[in-house]
């Protein structure tokens, strides 16, 4: 277990005699949803520069986006409560391998979760979506909206706003119930609530009061519903900057998404009670949005409560826009929510059913319900991502790679004195370097041809049948390293016929 657990020789060599570069190209298609910072785009619309949501919670600078041409199988994957994704069979998922397991949650802690294809997963296995640990302790904000030349009327605003709860909650309010209308020099932000919201109506009246020193213009009540508009061009340009202006647009900014779990309950509050319902009786809450964006945000943010929810896209018909919806429906859960948003909410009693879902260690743990394969001919993406190697699709976080290995040689005198690897993929792949990059110092090139993959997991004590294509990377990658030391010092290759 030690390469497994405490792996040697990890790096690389800057002046090292032969290096050997092997592995497997993998690609998602490109419609896959992955989640960036702060919203959600289809891979084929990524570019360098771009932040993406990688495994361990943090979001990641894209470096390369790569595209090719693909002819092969592709798998989907449809995971319970978060979606689905498709990708190559060599693309790496991160999950844990508990499809054996009839309570999965009780037996998580003893399983180590790791990097596995498609091919290797099972109906039952359950994927570790990253739940974001972004947190800049941000208290301000600054509205940095300057008077236009020929705005003569509006008020002057607070420059700094304190990133507290009433202002939070008017940020949820406004991607809930909230419109902005801009042109050269004027602008207004309004609120419409339905009938009996009479209580949200006042609370937003005071404190645009009390925040910007701005009081509503003539409240309309109509077709029950009524109407706050408030008129500031400068105010309007900075919600429409952040949040966006049409329904469809709305969404959280970088600044919104970084802010504490704390913070974020209050912006929870005023979205749930805008676009959603909370009913006790029933143990059910339902939010609804037509923006993609901000439905996927929601569910980060519910997630970083600890809050299970499904999440369902639905389409259009009829006079209906496409439109996702987020569903609450365990005690616990509910329970959480409606602490949040103030409402009463009597725990009855809890499910003895073995979990479907939980929260463990900074992730949610889901199990994948269904695996399909189909045949694909088209184009592919892939990212290459800063530091952690992985992005996270709308239901699972994937490896930037396969199982890709780099290893290096320093030789003196026909003699292997140094070897190194880097590796992205699974702890197979790790273990396997480990090992062979061990085995091969102190050998002649003659004697480092001969390791095959046999011996380089036989001397791991054995790998899983499943795992062993590893070993084979593993046996590549010092074959190739040879190669290239044998073709920069143009020696002939002895023994090769007997390599492997």
């Excluded at 600890?306 to 009829?318: E, H, P, Q, R, V």
């Amino acid at each position: 277990m030690e390469h497994f657990q405490d792996p040697h020789n990890v790096g690389e060599i800057k002046d090292a005699d032969g290096v050997g570069t092997v592995g497997n190209p993998t690609c998602l298609t490109p419609k896959n949803l992955i989640i960036t910072n702060p919203g959600v785009e289809a891979i084929k619309d990524l570019g360098v520069g771009d932040k993406v949501l990688g495994h361990d919670g943090k979001y990641h600078v894209i470096n390369k986006v790569f595209s090719r041409q693909y002819t092969g199988n592709v798998y989907r994957l449809r995971v319970h409560n978060l979606g689905e994704f498709e990708l190559t069979d060599e693309h790496h998922i991160f999950a844990k391998k508990l499809s054996s397991f009839p309570h999965k949650h009780k037996a998580s802690s003893r399983v180590v979760a790791d990097w596995y294809s498609p091919i290797e997963l099972s109906i039952g296995d359950v994927v570790l979506y990253p739940i974001s640990l972004e947190n800049q302790g941000r208290k301000h904000v600054k509205l940095n909206q300057e008077k236009p030349k020929f705005d003569y009327k509006s008020f002057d605003l607070p420059n700094v706003i304190k990133l507290e709860k009433d202002f939070l909650k008017i940020i949820g309010f406004y991607l809930s119930e909230g419109y902005v209308r801009v042109d050269a020099c004027k602008g207004t932000v309004g609120f419409c609530f339905g009938k009996g919201e009479e209580e949200f109506e006042r609370y937003i009246v005071d404190k645009f009061d009390e925040i910007f020193q701005l009081a509503p213009g003539i409240i309309r009540r109509e077709n029950n519903s009524i109407h706050i508009p408030f008129y500031s061009a400068r105010l309007a340009r900075f919600f429409a900057k952040n949040f966006g202006k049409g329904a469809a647009e709305k969404q959280l900014p970088d600044w919104v998404i970084k802010l504490s779990p704390r913070q974020q309950k209050h912006i929870i509050y005023g979205l749930w009670h805008g676009d959603g319902y909370l009913n006790e009786k029933k143990s059910v809450a339902k939010f609804v949005t037509i923006s993609r964006v901000l439905a996927f945000q929601t569910r980060q943010l519910l997630f970083r409560q600890k809050i299970d929810c499904s999440f369902l896209t639905s389409a259009a018909y009829g006079i209906h826009k496409k439109h996702y919806s987020i569903y609450v429906k365990k005690q616990e859960s509910l329970k959480r929510l409606a602490d949040i948003l103030d409402l009463p909410f009597q725990l009855k009693s809890l499910s003895k059913s073995p979990k479907k879902n939980w929260f463990e260690d900074g992730y949610y743990c889901s199990p994948i319900w269904k695996i399909t394969k189909r045949p694909y001919k088209g184009k592919v993406y892939n990212l290459e991502v800063e530091e952690s190697h992985s992005y996270t699709t709308e239901a699972a976080s994937v490896h930037n790679c396969g199982d890709v290995m780099k290893l290096y040689l320093k030789i003196e005198d026909g003699i292997i004195k140094d070897a190194k690897f880097k590796t992205f993929g699974c702890g197979a792949a790790i273990a396997t370097s480990s090992m062979v990059t061990d085995m091969v110092k102190g050998k002649t090139i003659e004697e480092a041809q001969k390791i095959s993959n046999k011996a380089v997991a036989e001397a791991l004590e054995g790998l899983p049948p499943i795992k062993m294509h590893c070993s084979v990377l593993a046996e590549d990658a010092l074959k190739a390293a040879i190669d290239d030391y044998l073709k920069k010092s143009k020696q002939p290759q002895n023994n090769k016929d007997n390599a492997g």
